[in-house]
């Protein structure tokens, strides 16, 4: 069964990582906060009902970094590049799922 916890433990490596999210407990339940540079603030990105949505914005924010660390502005993915983060995100969600 996926929990919260699961899902987070899983992430942890890439949470500590990536300095611009971060998933926290409210009194609302988990919301994935994302910092916002212009203002130097956080905001809550998302706030996230099931573990099944806090998995989807991870694998989200994850891509999103892997493509950031990859690429920078004078360039785009390539197709190999592209099919390894996929990869990544699908072993992401295999663990979480336990498969």
């Not at 999103?64 to 660390?69: A, P």
């Not at 785009?76 to 663990?95: G, H, P, V």
Request: aromatic share 12%.
């Amino acid at each position: 069964m996926l929990t919260f916890e699961k899902v987070l433990a899983i992430f942890d490596d890439y949470l500590q990582q990536d300095p611009l999210y971060e998933v926290v407990f409210t009194k609302h339940g988990y919301a994935l906060m994302a910092w916002e540079p212009v203002r130097s603030t956080w905001y809550s990105a998302e706030h996230m009902a099931t573990p099944e949505v806090l998995l989807d914005s991870l694998l989200d924010a994850y891509a999103s970094f892997m493509e950031d660390q990859i690429t920078d502005n004078e360039r785009d993915l390539t197709k190999q590049e592209t099919a390894e983060i996929k990869r990544q995100c699908d072993l992401f969600r295999a663990k979480c799922m336990g498969k």
